[in-house]
């Protein structure tokens, strides 16, 4: 009869707790949009962050899919430019 043990190198004990690094990111772009908001004037911040709001509020009304193909369809073309 065979009494090996062939589940010997299964490991049962939790991973050790690392930061995420998609939060990591958010938390990242948060602090520096904070850190933005008190140094430039809110005006011009107005202005830097209308094309990106634009582009996030277009991605949701396609979801993000469909924006995604788009966005890569439109970046092959501006490369062959």
């Known amino acids: 009869m065979d009494k090996s ?3 010997h190198n299964l490991r049962f004990e939790r991973q050790a707790w690392f930061l995420n690094p998609r939060l990591a990111v958010v938390a990242i772009s948060l602090a520096v949009f904070s ?3 008190f ?3 809110s005006t011009f911040l107005f202005f830097l962050l ?3 709001i634009a582009g ?3 991605a949701a009304s396609y979801g ?3 924006a995604l193909t ?3 369809g439109w970046l ?3 490369e062959k430019l």
């Open 5 to 7: 043990n062939h589940f």
């Open 35 to 37: 850190l933005a908001w």
């Open 50 to 52: 209308l094309l990106p």
């Open 64 to 66: 993000w899919r469909h």
């Open 39 to 41: 140094i430039i004037p």
């Open 76 to 78: 092959h073309r501006l």
């Open 56 to 58: 996030v509020v277009w």
């Open 70 to 72: 788009i966005l890569v």
